[in-house]
């Protein structure tokens, strides 16, 4: 048996020429959680300590996922636009698409009864412009190519008259529920 740290606390293991395995150190089982390989056909789990753990972080060399916002996970609509969610590896990340004269405050907020996003957010503008207003006032604009962090406590909309589109890595997840 072979051990070869990769990154962090992950190792790659070789047993002999038929068998792959990555190895993440643990300090809940305070050994190594194998995922085993078998030529890719066959897949069981093992552990070192209580029992079997995996951790779908652990990334293997005969695995690559891709997805699209084509085939979302979930989609939340509402007035004037829609917000795509997909799960890929440990994150969820959001696109948000929505329609020339789309306000947060009018056609999400309104809905659950506030009037301020209270969800934080990290993302990136793929298309068209947004407002954004804090609640203490302060007033910036997203254009296409922004990365963006906003803060809980603000409201949006869409400027112009063209549809907006962004990304979103962080808040997708509770995002208009």
């Known amino acids: 048996m072979q051990f070869k740290p990769l990154v962090g606390n992950v190792w790659s293991v070789r047993i002999g020429d038929h068998y792959r395995a990555l190895a993440q150190k643990t300090r809940r089982s305070r050994g190594l959680v194998l995922d085993w390989q078998a030529r890719g056909i066959q897949r069981f789990l093992q552990t070192t300590a209580l029992g079997p753990t995996y951790s779908k972080m652990l990334p293997s060399y005969d695995d690559l996922l891709i997805r ?18 997909v799960k890929i590896g440990s994150m969820i ?26 969800v934080e957010h990290v993302g990136m503008v793929v298309s068209g412009c947004a407002a ?14 922004d990365l963006f962090y906003i803060g809980p406590g603000h409201d949006s909309w869409v400027v112009g008259d063209e549809p907006y589109v962004s990304l979103h890595f962080l808040g997708a997840e509770h995002y208009a529920k």
Do not use: L, N
């Not at 990340?93 to 209270?118: D, L, N």
């Not at 954004?132 to 190519?145: I, L, N, P, S």
């Open 68 to 85: 699209r916002f084509e085939h979302p996970d979930e989609v939340r609509t509402f007035e004037k636009g829609r917000f795509e969610t």
């Open 132 to 145: 954004c207003r804090m609640k203490d006032g302060r007033y910036y604009e997203m254009r296409a190519g």
């Open 93 to 118: 990340i959001g696109r948000a698409s929505y329609e020339p004269g789309w306000k947060w405050s009018e056609h999400v907020g309104a809905a659950t009864g506030t009037s301020f996003c209270e």
